[in-house]
């Protein structure tokens, strides 16, 4: 595809349910983000990804959250026993490497709701 | 310290006039860059435009312009002849020191413009 896609677009989970939000990135770019926007907010950068290595995860607020990029392309945002405060909306971005400015494509990001 | 403050929550703009939205920064580095972000309502962030530290003329791109004052740490956004379709959230954005991707984004501003 052209652009970053994310899925699923919404989840609705029940407070203790885990979960997966799937990105593709765009083809060729080696710099993956993840990043939590909660509502009336600035996204929160959560974590980066130099093709499969995990460069930087100090964003990440628990030892609930877990990313992994395995083949270095489609990543994982897994949140294990959803908490009420997780609610947000989970953008992913990719950016080449060596670019000028390392400008940062966004995924339309996935709105998580814990009831 | 926040690293990117932006004091406008929200701006009215008539359709046509120009807009300026404000943004500061803080960091000690001497090599960053500057980024505006759009968010309309569908969630996406679209790259506006990017002003590099060392970048000696202000950015512009179409009808946006970073007014960069490096000694003020301010990098505002000027939107020249807004049109219905600006009304959007606006985030300013930096990265920090060379070769490293990670972004610390605003609070935004919502810009609404009136017919």
């Known amino acids: 595809g052209a652009g970053v896609s994310q899925s699923p677009r919404y989840k609705v989970a029940k407070r203790g349910q885990d979960v997966a939000l799937r990105c593709d990135p765009i083809?060729?770019?080696?710099?993956l983000f993840w990043y939590q926007q909660a509502l009336g907010q600035g996204p929160e950068f959560l974590t980066y990804f130099q093709n499969e290595a995990q460069l930087d995860k100090s964003g990440l607020p628990s030892d609930r959250f877990f990313a992994e990029r395995p083949e270095g392309s489609v990543s994982t945002l897994k949140i294990q026993r959803t908490q009420q405060e997780d609610s947000a909306v989970y953008l992913c971005a990719s950016s080449l490497v060596g670019a000028s400015y390392n400008e940062q494509f966004f995924g339309p990001g996935t709105r998580l709701t814990v009831l | 310290a926040q690293k990117i403050t932006q004091t406008q929550p929200g701006m009215f703009v008539q359709e046509k006039e120009a807009v300026t939205l404000d943004c500061t920064y803080d960091?000690?580095?001497?090599?960053?860059?500057l980024f505006w972000y759009k968010q309309p309502s569908s969630g996406e962030m679209i790259f506006l435009i990017y002003?590099?530290?060392?970048?000696?003329q202000n950015a512009t791109e179409g009808r946006y312009s970073l007014n960069f004052q490096k000694a003020r740490k301010s990098a505002n956004l000027v939107i020249s002849a807004s049109q219905l379709g600006d009304s959007a959230m606006y985030f300013c954005?930096?990265?920090?020191?060379?070769?490293?991707?990670?972004?610390?984004f605003g609070t935004g501003t919502k810009l609404q413009v009136i017919p």
């Open positions: 002003q590099g530290s060392y970048d000696e």
């Open positions: 960091t000690s580095d001497q090599s960053y860059g």
């Open positions: 083809s060729g770019h080696v710099s």
């Open positions: 954005a930096m990265r920090e020191g060379e070769g490293y991707q990670k972004v610390t």
